[in-house]
T-cell receptor, first 116, second 114 residues
Framework: AQKVTQAQTEISVVEKEDVTLDCVYETRDTTYYLFWYKQPPSGELVFLIRRNSFDEQNEISGRYSWNFQKSTSSFNFTITASQVVDSAVYFCALSENGNQGGKLIFGQGTELSVKP | EPEVTQTPSHQVTQMGQEVILRCVPISNHLYFYWYRQILGQKVEFLVSFYNNEISEKSEIFDDQFSVERPDGSNFTLKIRSTKLEDSAMYFC????????????FGPGTRLTVL
């Protein structure tokens, strides 16, 4: 069965701190895709990153970085030097290649609050 | 930059009434989706649509729900007889064909059932 777990419901940090959001997934497929989306207070869902299961290279984009480890079924997201504008709910999601429709299975989300 | 649009942004209806939520996906996209998010909860998959038919639906998507792509640009979600528990934000999404890629989400329609 496919499942995404984001154990951290809420995280609060002070501006300029680094913060890591955890994501653990379950799937039986050997080919799958992992995503992170950001949902700011305005409510829209903003795509951040997509990784496929064959690419375990870590990725960095500005202050954002992602650590994908198949051995622990984790796809964690780190924000370096957090800013108030990073305050949002962050969702990790999984899509299995065996599911041709490509539906996304979301985790519960982690609400990040960055205080000045 | 192309984007997914949804109308209305907020819909208020009485229990038992029919509602139609409308979406215009990105024009060259081939896969279309509806998701819902009850306030404060996670985003849940409802249905995927490809080649003019449903490719998958969740347990939530029962006989009260239907989807349609009536004219090659719009993608609609109909709820035949709304219940209080249908109150949620409904997101439409679309993506290109080929390997599973990024889904582009619309801004959502907030449905309130009284």
């Amino acid at each position: 069965a496919q499942k995404v777990t984001q154990a951290q419901t809420e995280i609060s940090v002070v501006e300029k701190e680094d913060v890591t959001l955890d994501c653990v997934y379950e799937t039986r497929d050997t080919t799958y895709y992992l995503f992170w989306y950001k949902q700011p207070p305005s409510g829209e869902l903003v795509f951040l990153i997509r990784r496929n299961s064959f690419d375990e290279q870590n990725e960095i984009s500005g202050r954002y970085s992602w650590n994908f480890q198949k051995s622990t079924s984790s796809f964690n997201f780190t924000i370096t030097a957090s800013q108030v504008v990073d305050s949002a709910v962050y969702f990790c999601a999984l899509s299995e290649n065996g599911n041709q429709g490509g539906k996304l299975i979301f985790g519960q989300g982690t609400e990040l609050s960055v205080k000045p | 930059e192309p984007e997914v649009t949804q109308t209305p942004s907020h819909q208020v209806t009485q229990m038992g009434q029919e509602v139609i939520l409308r979406c215009v996906p990105i024009s060259n996209h081939l896969y279309f989706y509806w998701y819902r998010q009850i306030l404060g909860q996670k985003v849940e998959f409802l249905v995927s649509f490809y080649n003019n038919e449903i490719s998958e639906k969740s347990e939530i998507f029962d006989d009260q729900f239907s989807v349609e792509r009536p004219d090659g640009s719009n993608f609609t979600l109909k709820i035949r007889s709304t219940k209080l528990e249908d109150s949620a934000m409904y997101f439409c999404a679309s993506r290109t064909g080929g390997a599973i890629g990024e889904q582009f989400f619309g801004p959502g329609t907030r449905l309130t059932v009284l």
